[in-house]
């Protein structure tokens, strides 16, 4: 006895789908921080190098001693830029110096001392 055609099977592979990732987002409510990756100091001193490399690229990890969280490993922040004197140099002009050290005029003497309203 012949079976009718039948339609193959549909295998389904299982996806990872990030559930958080792929929930809305709601506005004004910033998502949970990611859990940080935690390390053994054990497993840190064989991978230091690309601990430090991670570390490089932003990510946050945490060293652990016999379990507990010891010390945590960060990346550096950006240098805060140096000043550069005479940026402004041409741009603005200041008074004379003689007029930027002369006495104040009695009448803005007197308004500087009375009380804001």
Same mark, same amino acid.
């Given at each position: ?8 099977? +549909?295998?389904?592979?299982? =996806? ?12 004004? %409510?910033?998502?949970?921080? &990611?859990?940080?990756?935690? $390390?053994?100091?054990? *497993?840190?001193? =064989?991978?230091?190098?690309? #601990? ?7 990510? =946050?990890? $945490? ?11 960060? @990346?550096? &922040?950006?240098? %805060? @830029?140096?000043?550069?004197?005479? $940026?402004?140099?041409?741009? %603005?002009? +200041?008074?004379?110096?003689? *007029?930027?050290?002369? @006495?104040?005029?009695? *009448? &803005? +003497?007197?308004? #500087? &001392?009375? @009380?804001?309203?």
């Amino acid at each position: 006895m012949e079976q009718p055609d039948q339609p193959p099977l +549909l295998v389904r592979r299982r =996806t990872s789908i990030d559930p958080v990732a792929s929930r809305p987002r709601l506005p004004g %409510i910033k998502p949970m921080p &990611e859990p940080l990756r935690t $390390v053994n100091v054990h *497993e840190a001193k =064989t991978h230091f190098s690309r #601990l430090i490399d991670a570390a490089h690229a932003g990510e =946050t990890i $945490v060293l652990a001693k016999g379990g507990r969280p010891w010390a945590r490993l960060v @990346p550096l &922040e950006p240098p %805060i @830029p140096r000043r550069q004197p005479g $940026v402004l140099a041409g741009r %603005i002009s +200041l008074p004379p110096v003689e *007029e930027l050290l002369a @006495p104040l005029p009695a *009448e &803005e +003497l007197a308004g #500087l &001392e009375q @009380p804001l309203p």
